[in-house]
């Protein structure tokens, strides 16, 4: 009898651990501590049609090619596009197929190494594009700096993989409504991408006070079996993605002989 009280109580100390690992029990809604941010099942479900999702999610993966000279591989294939599901139809005459879609704000892609910067991932990027789109006072919103940021809250950030501390943590101060990614931080790792391995819904689960006001939905692995092609052949020795060949000491390249609308075709 004793030994079977023991064997029993050892599982709930390890769950109790790990739960209670930051000093916050972030299961516990009553909790300081606790955090939205928690994704689909802290929101109820997902009241986007996944494909819409998936629509958003392949124009994150165009907006590479799109940024990147046509080129459909570009090495850091992190890219990313802000959407408005709350007012459909704004500011793209595209009628009735933007009322069911959304609308496109910005887009932006991991532009680094271009711009000697080592914020621009394509989160941030996307994000900056979008604050000086919002901004502009020759642009369609023509926003305050002040109803700029308040704007974010109605935005959704679609990102080809899995934001990293730093994103997650601008997407958080950001206060979007909405953060979808595709590649998850694990299959990175799995792929030998460096990574600072510390999952979005950790992020948003560590914030407290003003931070734990706003919840953030999160979507996680949306077409993932698409963009996994985008990261295989940088660290590790996977085929190329469609529209690219594998070129001696360059890794994958668009083909010279491919004009720039076959390629993005291709995407
Ligand atoms: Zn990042």
Not at 127 to 146: E, V
Not at 165 to 193: D, H, K, N, Q, V
Not at 213 to 221: E, L, M
Request: glycine share 10%; charged share 20%.
């Amino acid at each position: 009898m004793q030994l079977s009280l023991v064997v029993c109580a050892l599982p709930l100390l390890l769950v109790s651990s790990s739960a209670t690992s930051y000093g916050c029990d972030l299961h516990d809604p009553s909790n300081p501590c606790y955090i939205a941010g928690g994704g689909a099942s802290d929101l109820g479900p997902d009241p986007v049609p996944f494909s819409t999702r998936a629509y958003w999610m392949r124009r994150a993966i165009a907006a590479l090619a799109d940024i990147n000279e046509g080129s459909p591989c570009p090495f850091a294939a992190f890219g990313s596009v802000i959407v408005n599901h709350t007012a459909p139809g704004k500011g793209t005459g595209e009628g009735d197929r933007a009322d069911q879609l959304g609308v496109e704000v910005c887009i932006g892609a991991n532009s680094l190494v271009r711009d000697g910067n080592p914020t621009l991932h394509g989160e941030i990027a996307a994000i900056n594009n979008c604050s000086r789109i919002l901004t502009d006072p020759d642009g369609p919103y023509k926003l305050s700096g002040p109803e700029a940021l308040q704007a974010l809250s109605d935005l959704s950030l679609y990102t080809t993989a899995e934001a990293c501390p730093m994103c997650s943590s601008a997407i958080l101060y950001g206060g979007f409504r909405e953060y979808i990614f595709s590649t998850s931080i694990p299959t990175l790792r799995s792929l030998s991408w460096p990574q600072i391995v510390i999952r979005s819904r950790e992020i948003f689960s560590r914030s407290v006070g003003r931070l734990s006001v706003h919840r953030t939905r999160i979507i996680g692995d949306v077409l993932a079996n698409e963009t996994e092609q985008l990261f295989k052949w940088q660290y590790a020795d996977g085929e190329c993605p469609s529209g690219c060949e594998k070129k001696e000491g360059s890794g994958c390249v668009k083909p010279t002989t491919l004009n720039d609308s076959t390629g993005k075709d291709e995407l």
